[in-house]
Each structure stands twice: as C-alpha cells, then as structure tokens.
C-alpha cells in the first residue's frame, strides 16, 4: 500500500490504441476514474510508436485496427521495449478468440461491448498487479484472516475454516486482489479457467457459499460490490 | 445373369450331344446293315454253307465282333460265341436290319440282329457300342468341362462388373457419409471417369460447392452481423453507464441487453463450431477433468435447487477436442438440466468408456422433452410453448450450441428413450493412445 503515495504524485499513463472514438471515449473515462491518464492513438502504428516511448503501466488494444490486428502487434510493442500489461478490448470476443489473445501474450482480454464496472475492474487488477510484491512466504493475513497457501488452509481468529480446493482458489484470488472490485467474469476466467459466459448465477453460488463460512467463522471479508461483482475487504478501512 | 448364360450354353450343348449320339447310332447301324446285306448275298448263293464259311473266316480275324450260326439242334457250326446268349428271342428269319436290338455282353451294348434262317439255323449278328459309348463320354466329360468353364466364367464377370459398380458407387456413398459427418468440404479425390458415374460425381459435387457456398454465405452474414451489431451495441452499454437516477430502468435495460448479447455470442459460437467442422484445430483435451471442474462449477446450484447431483466420471479419458467448446457443452446441458428440474429430481453425469467411445452423459428425472419436440430440440431458436407459460427464461440457442460443438468434435448426439426425465449422450471418438 505504499505505493499510493507515488501513485497520487505521478498519475499511471495508460495508452489506448482504438480506431473506435466512441469507444476510446469510454476506456478513457474508465481510465480517469482509477486516477490515472489516458493517451489515445487510434492506428496501430501510431500506438506501438507510442508504446515504445514508454512510460505505460497498461495499454488498452483494440484487434481490428486500421494497420492490422493488435493480437499480431504485440510482439512489436514488446520488442519496442514496452513492458506495459496488455488487455485487449476487441469485437471479436468468443471464448477461441480470448483464448487465443492470452495465449499470445496478452494479460487479459475483454470482449466488445464492456460495461465500464468490468473495464474498471479489469484494468485495476492489471495496475495492481504491476506493483504487487512477490509473496515470500506463504502467509496471507488480513487481520483475523488468515491464508495459508501451501497448506491450503483458511483460519479466522485463529478458528479453522474447512473449505473446498475451489473455495481456496477463490478465496486466493480475492485476496490477491484484496480491495477491488471483483467481477463475476473475472472470477470463471481465473478461478475455473472458463471463458464463456453460461449467463446463470453459478459464480454467485460459490461465493455465497464461502462467504457464509466466513461469516460463521466472524469474518465479513467478501461483500457484494453494487451492480458488477464482489469486494474482499477482511479490514474495516481498507480498499 | 450368370445362371441364365449357363442354362442357354447346356441347352445348347444337350442338342449338341443328342444330335452325336443319333449320328452315332445311324453309323453303327449302317455297318450292321452292311454285314446283313454280304451274309444275305452270299446265303442267295450257297446258302448255310456259305454263310457259315463266311462267319468261319471273320471269327477267326479276331475282331471285336458278335457272329453266330448254330444248327438245329443248337450246336455251334461257327462264331465268336460258345452259345447262344440266354434270354436272346430271335426275331424273323431275314436279313434285314429290322428288328435289331440292344443287348449287354461283356460289360457293354451291343446293337445285334437275332434271326432264326429257314430250316431252324439260329443267325446272331451284331455291332459292338462300345466306341459310340466311348465317344459319347468323351463327349459328356467334354462337355461337363465347359460348362464349368462358362458358369466360371459367367459368375467372375458378373462378379468384377458388380464389384466395379458397386466400388463406383461405394465412392460416392463413403463422400455422401463424410458429408452427412458434417464435413462439407468433403470431395472425391482424381479425375471422373467419363460415363455414368462420373457424371454423377460432377453432379453430386456441383451441389455440394453449391451448398458449401451456401453455408459460407450464412455464416459470413451471422458473423458479421453479430460483429457490427457489438458496436451501437457497446455504445448504447456506455450510454446507459453514464446515465443517473431511474436505477431499476437501467438496471433492466442492462439486463436486456446482456440478454441479447449472449444470444448474439451463442449464435457466433453456433455459427463458428458448425463453419470450423471438419477441419483442424483441435487438440488433446482430457474429457474426464474438463467435464469435473464444469461439473464443480454446477454441482452447488443443483444442490441450491434441491436436486440430487451425482456424478460417475472416469478419469483420463482423452479426446481430440477444445477444451472451452467441451466445457460451453457441459455447462450448457447443467444449466438446461438444472432449469428444468424440481426439488427432488435427480441429476446424473457419467464419463465413461463405452462400445468404443467415450460416452459423457446427463441423465435427469425431470419433465423431459416435450412430445413432438424431441427432433427439434437441438434446432436453433426451439423454445417448448410450456417454457413461456412457466416464465422459463431462455432463447432457444443452449441445446443448439450443442449440437454444433458435438459435430465440431465428430462426437455423436443421442437422446436414448427414457421412462422418465431426459437423457443427452455425447459419443466422443477415443483419442488414439499417443497420437493427435
């Protein structure tokens, strides 16, 4: 958390290249609202000139640009010496596509048409990751909460939570991005590798059921986020 | 056909040998006549005495003839004969060739005139068969020869001309199988032949370009029309975002359109696994864990609803797939399952290796399908009238996304008859042990 501090002096820059103006419009607000400053460039070589100025935490990529798909572009904003993360925002957003952007080198992918509740959530995880520190132990504590990662155990006040393997890869990934918004998506694509969206509550479920262990045991940590999805706040204040 | 050419060739050979055999007979008798006609000439002489010199002489030339004159008091005054064969009437006292009859002595026939010449002088003569019957074998073995000859060859040609055809037609029946399979680029490989068959693979294949055209055509348009409707779609998402108060407007028109842009995504998806069939980008996926974690993913939602969940999967069953379509299918079949079912009803998955195959199956003892609409249900847009009335949301695209992905992966659809609730079977094709 020291790197607010930093953060509020510098603002992060996050590059937009998107031929889309109403588009750009939409990831540029999105942007403004995490506090951080937009730069937009609408043609693919505009922006991979501009990525290699570097100086990104992020660049937001469109895949059907004019000058060519923004998949095919990657390696040349990584061999301009960008080490931004990179999500892609495109049209072309079924299940193979995505997989197919992440496997070449994408940090994450979000289809056309977003809302901005999932864009914002999406990018706020990509700019904590740029900073999170490696875990050199295998301890999470959040207060009374406790992770304990190679024993795969949750304790709350020192009381042992009995969870399922998948309500442990659940509760890690909240804790990993411990204060944000959380979206349903967000959760199928890293916790159950799934990249399609089955348009039920499914996700609901399971965190409703890890969550009412929590609270059984006294932890509060996984509330509701209004409208998009949930928030992992173990300490009151935080986030 | 084959035993027709046979029948006609015996027909013909049977006239054949009816025709020999008469000629045979008539030349035999000809000899015959011929010795009657000099013992005729010479008993006009100097009657017995010169006959019986006569037969003196040819007896003794050791020919293989039947000669015999006896007296009246049955000695033998000259032949080849010790006595007269028992049984032999004598017939008239001339030497004409009629009557004659056929006699057996020493194991074959003899064609032998019996006469009794005035003064009581039995006369036998008579012309051995035995080369008429000789011949006659001959004639038959030859025959018989032939005939299997010709039903030989009669059924080898008929053979080679119906395996010609049929591997002719096989040809077009194996593409029409490949095509049936989903494959619609299928196509026989060389050149036509120029006849029948080769027009009717020209033929067969022109359609086929055709419809393949078709399909592109359809999927093109699907496609794009899902992509440019993405963008006022996405426009009208960032709108709403912006807008303030009216809470629940929004939140329902929100609602609505993720509504509408999942069915534009199962509509791509139905498109796009039906367009990639037949053709590469698959890989080995495991089906055991895949159907697993999707199942993981359900099982508490069942559970919610106050279904009996149970699962039966064997593990590390591979098939050549794509892990996300095969995932999309197990969710899609949940979440049908779990729509319909009650408090109660059961709810089974099994993976398992059967008849060749590996079988991933969802049995429920819900409502099942509706009568009528068991062929249907796979189609796109299908939604069963009682669905409406009971508010059941959906848009009639889940089961065809099914069947699009389980073509897309050569597995095959069967809904099996069940006393109660349905059942979905997928028959994937085992994924060979070490191969791709």
Known sequence: MTEHTTDRILPDRILIIEDDAETAAAVAAAVRDLGCTPV???TLDDGVAEAALGGYRVIVLDRMLPGGDGVEAMARIRAGGSGALILILSALGRAAQRVEGLEKGADDYLPKPFEPEELRARLRALLRRGTMQVLDNDLMAFGDLEIRLKARTVHVKLTHVPVSPKEFELITYFARHS????????LLENVWNLHFDPGTNVVDVHVGRLRRKLEEAGSHAIQTARGEGYVFAPLPGAG | MAAAVAALAMLAMGLQYRLVETRLMQAQRALLTADLDGFAALYDQRRIIAVREAIALRAASGADEMLLLMDRQGGVLAGTLPGWPEGLARQGGGFTIDPAQEIIRDGHRWLAVARELPGGFPLLLGRSLQPVDDTLADLRRGMLGLLLAVLLAAGGTGWLAARWVMARIGRVNALADRVAGGDLSARLPGPRAPDEFGLLETHVHAMLDRIENLNRATHHLSDTIAHELRTPLNRMVQRLARLEGQEEEVGALKAEMRQAIRMFDALLDISRAEAD??????????LSSVAAEVWELYEPLAED???????????????????????????NLLDNAIKYCGPGDSLALTVATEGGRHVLRLADSGPGLPAGLREEAFDRFTRADRDRARGIKGHGLGLALVRAIAARHGARLILPQTARGLTVELAFPVLAEGGV
């Open chain 2, 277 to 286: 069939q037949g053709g590469g980008g698959l890989v080995p996926v495991d």
């Open chain 2, 305 to 331: 609803k106050g279904l009996l969940p149970r699962a039966e999967v064997a593990s590390g069953l591979q098939v050549l797939g794509d892990r996300t379509l095969i995932a999309q299918v197990v969710a």
């Open chain 1, 179 to 186: 204060g944000q918004t959380v979206t349903r998506m967000q």
């Open chain 1, 40 to 42: 937009h460039r609408d």
